[in-house]
């Protein structure tokens, strides 16, 4: 009986690791995990599916990469974790998380730090860019490609937020960051870690009250249902990231190494073009939801981000450095 499990063990592995109608001298196949947290039409999913695409086919099949959408292969701080070990392939993530192992990450993501999009993707698609997506591979990662999030904005089940002053006491939901906590906390909210999947049951029962997000995230997860107030601060642009695990790539041929980096990159303006015209489509559903969203006054705009100076005067002197980098970006 052993032996019969045994056998039935090793046919199990190499069919897996030849491709479907292949002679058994065939190169072997290399098949390769992404996990994802968002649903299969999301955006960023899509995204993925394109790089996946594009390096089958300039791999003659040779590497496949599968995507896991929907959190199969758990939560987002998990993924990560076993993506710097090795037992996940590639991810697709927010840069958020990631500053707990590059904390010049925390630079890419202060509060109204771009002048707008634009500002946003000359910085990531030049040099600045570059050195961030190199910066991970002391902490096991490979920085591939920049994806669009949009930008975030506030929402909660309480009330309209049209000052700072409206934001206090309120518990909102954040990253598991350090500086999306500061930020927070900054307005006089109370910033509250959680797991993305657990964010609508956390509204509908009342354990939070508001959380902060783009658009689509928004719609996609029907947070809209149970925190009908969304405000147009636009806070933060926090782009998503692509990154792959150096253990794992390592183990690949320059060449291969080269056409995955190449691939994450041609699957940018894809992604990009998705996510404008979900953006719209999401923003279009929420209207017709009947939910309030308020668009902040000038004055109003002004004093958020005059409520951020404090976490501006307390970065470390590199982090100061690479902000100020960043926005003579022209």
């Given at each position: 009986?052993?032996?019969?499990?045994?056998?039935?063990?090793?046919?199990?592995?190499?069919?897996?690791?030849?491709?479907?109608?292949?002679?058994a001298s065939a190169a072997p196949?290399?098949?390769?995990?992404?996990?994802?947290?968002?649903?299969?039409?999301?955006?960023?999913?899509?995204?993925?599916?394109?790089?996946?695409?594009?390096?089958?086919?300039?791999?003659?099949?040779?590497?496949?990469?599968?995507?896991?959408?929907?959190?199969?292969?758990?939560?987002?701080?998990?993924?990560?974790?076993?993506?710097?070990?090795?037992?996940?392939?590639?991810?697709?993530?927010?840069?958020?998380?990631?500053?707990?192992?590059?904390?010049?990450?925390?630079?890419?993501?202060?509060?109204?730090?771009?002048?707008?999009?634009?500002?946003?993707?000359?910085?990531?698609?030049?040099?600045?860019?570059?050195?961030?997506?190199?910066?991970?591979?002391?902490?096991?990662?490979?920085?591939?490609?920049?994806?669009?999030?949009?930008?975030?904005?506030?929402?909660?089940?309480?009330?309209?937020?049209?000052?700072?002053?409206?934001?206090?006491?309120?518990?909102?939901?954040?990253?598991?960051?350090?500086?999306?906590?500061?930020?927070?906390?900054?307005?006089?909210?109370?910033?509250?870690?959680?797991?993305?999947?657990?964010?609508?049951?956390?509204?509908?029962?009342?354990?939070?009250?508001?959380?902060?997000?783009?658009?689509?995230?928004?719609?996609?997860?029907?947070?809209?249902?149970?925190a009908k107030f969304f405000t147009?601060?636009?806070?933060?642009?926090?782009?998503?990231?692509?990154?792959?695990?150096?253990?794992?790539?390592?183990?690949?041929?320059?060449?291969?190494?080269?056409?995955?980096?190449?691939?994450?990159?041609?699957?940018?303006?894809?992604?990009?073009?998705?996510?404008?015209?979900?953006?719209?489509?999401?923003?279009?559903?929420?209207?017709?939801?009947?939910?309030?969203?308020?668009?902040?006054?000038?004055?109003a705009q002004a004093d958020f981000?005059?409520?951020?100076?404090?976490?501006?005067?307390?970065?470390?002197?590199?982090?100061?450095?690479?902000?100020?980098?960043?926005?003579?970006?022209?």
């Amino acid at each position: 009986m052993k032996k019969w499990m045994y056998v039935f063990a090793v046919l199990a592995v190499v069919t897996m690791v030849l491709p479907l109608g292949s002679p058994a001298s065939a190169a072997p196949q290399t098949i390769l995990r992404l996990g994802e947290t968002h649903v299969a039409d999301y955006p960023t999913t899509k995204g993925d599916m394109e790089f996946a695409r594009l390096v089958e086919e300039r791999t003659g099949g040779r590497i496949k990469i599968e995507v896991f959408h929907s959190k199969q292969l758990g939560e987002e701080k998990a993924v990560i974790e076993g993506v710097q070990f090795g037992a996940i392939d590639f991810t697709r993530v927010s840069i958020s998380p990631l500053a707990a192992f590059a904390p010049m990450f925390d630079a890419l993501q202060m509060p109204y730090l771009y002048r707008g999009e634009e500002h946003m993707w000359k910085v990531l698609n030049g040099e600045i860019g570059e050195s961030f997506l190199k910066s991970l591979e002391p902490a096991n990662f490979v920085g591939l490609c920049w994806y669009d999030s949009g930008a975030r904005n506030f929402y909660n089940s309480k009330k309209e937020i049209k000052t700072v002053a409206d934001l206090k006491g309120l518990k909102i939901r954040v990253q598991e960051s350090k500086l999306m906590m500061g930020l927070v906390s900054s307005l006089g909210a109370v910033p509250t870690p959680m797991p993305f999947g657990e964010v609508y049951s956390a509204l509908q029962t009342g354990v939070i009250e508001g959380a902060e997000n783009n658009w689509p995230s928004y719609f996609s997860t029907s947070h809209y249902e149970v925190a009908k107030f969304f405000t147009l601060d636009g806070h933060t642009r926090v782009p998503e990231i692509l990154i792959a695990s150096k253990i794992v790539m390592d183990k690949l041929s320059k060449e291969d190494q080269e056409i995955i980096k190449k691939a994450a990159k041609d699957s940018m303006p894809y992604q990009i073009k998705l996510w404008k015209e979900f953006e719209k489509v999401a923003e279009e559903k929420v209207r017709a939801k009947g939910c309030v969203i308020t668009a902040l006054t000038p004055e109003a705009q002004a004093d958020f981000q005059k409520a951020m100076q404090p976490m501006y005067d307390q970065l470390k002197p590199e982090l100061k450095e690479m902000v100020k980098k960043i926005q003579d970006v022209k």
